[in-house]
């Protein structure tokens, strides 16, 4: 493992795979996760790619934030403190979001622009586009809005703290994080796995995160993300709408996307073969046909 500061002084812990020189891969994780919550991906590309993962500030191994900055574009310039730090000049990375980090993707691009990138993969993500469950970001009342992030940090605050010390209730929490993540037959220690990676975060991180996220339109942003981007939805995905998923797909400028029938939200631990299949199959699409082979 190793560090990099971003903009205000933030810790980022990065977690590498996969040999120099090889076509980088730059994996964003979700809302209270951490990079373990890519599986087996990471390892079914070291061998032709070189991955980087990190941890969102706040989140796992990473620093909490220097400034107390956890807003969406604090989350970009993260992102692009991290490409800056690990992508060589030519050719540049494919970035990958899962859940939030689809929504940090559009939003780096917005803030900072599409340098060392060569093509995104949204992968289960829509790019983050709603209040909270059933509430879209889009026309509603700026007073609205604010009752809604208010009752919905209080919400999920008092969940985490609850949930540190009623952990006991094991059952009680897995059927919520597969309600929200999973489809029903996901297995139990996958479920067990994002369980416990978000009751592992930190409540001022979890909380101020998911405050700024709460009306990122990130269909609005998509536009501003003019690499080539794949987007990998699942058809029983509680999280992503068909509402959010197609005004994502009309925003993106140049956008093609995959269904899997009845997978769910976190699809780099249920579908890691294919995941780690379409990030490759990315990597050649956008990289120049000319570009010779690293070996």
Not at 29 to 56: K, N, T
Not at 103 to 125: D, L, Q, T
Not at 197 to 225: E, K, Q, V, Y
Request: aromatic letters at 4%; proline letters at 7%.
């Amino acid at each position: 493992m190793s560090d990099v500061t971003s903009f205000d002084g933030t810790r980022l812990a990065l977690h590498t795979w996969g040999r120099p020189g090889a076509p980088v891969v730059v994996l964003v994780h979700g809302l209270g996760l951490s990079s373990d919550s890519w599986g087996e991906v990471p390892g079914l590309l070291e061998a032709d790619h070189r991955v980087v993962a990190y941890d969102l500030r706040g989140h796992a191994q990473s620093g909490d934030a220097r400034s107390g900055d956890y807003s969406m574009e604090a989350h970009a310039r993260d992102l692009d403190a991290v490409l800056r730090e690990v992508v060589p000049p030519d050719p540049a990375a494919v970035v990958v979001g899962n859940s939030l980090g689809g929504g940090i993707v559009v939003a780096r691009a917005h803030h900072c622009g599409n340098e060392h990138v060569a093509g995104a993969v949204f992968a289960g993500s829509g790019g983050s586009t709603v209040t909270f469950p059933g509430f879209p970001a889009r026309g509603l009342p700026a007073p609205v809005q604010a009752g809604l992030r208010l009752g919905w940090t209080k919400a999920l605050r008092t969940g985490v703290l609850v949930g540190k010390r009623i952990r006991s209730l094991e059952d009680l929490s897995d059927r919520l994080i597969r309600r929200f993540a999973f489809t029903s037959g996901a297995p139990r220690e996958l479920v067990a796995r994002v369980r416990e990676d978000f009751l592992n975060s930190r409540p001022r991180a979890l909380t101020r995160t998911t405050l700024a996220s709460i009306s990122h339109d990130g269909s609005r942003m998509a536009p501003d993300l003019t690499v080539p981007a794949l987007v990998i939805h699942g058809s029983a995905d509680p999280e992503v709408s068909q509402d959010e998923l197609d005004r994502l797909m009309e925003a993106l400028p140049d956008g093609e996307l995959l269904r899997l029938p009845e997978e769910g939200h976190m699809l780099p631990l249920t579908r890691p073969e294919l995941v780690a299949e379409q990030i490759a199959r990315w990597v050649r699409h956008v990289r120049p046909a000319a570009d010779p082979a690293d070996g």
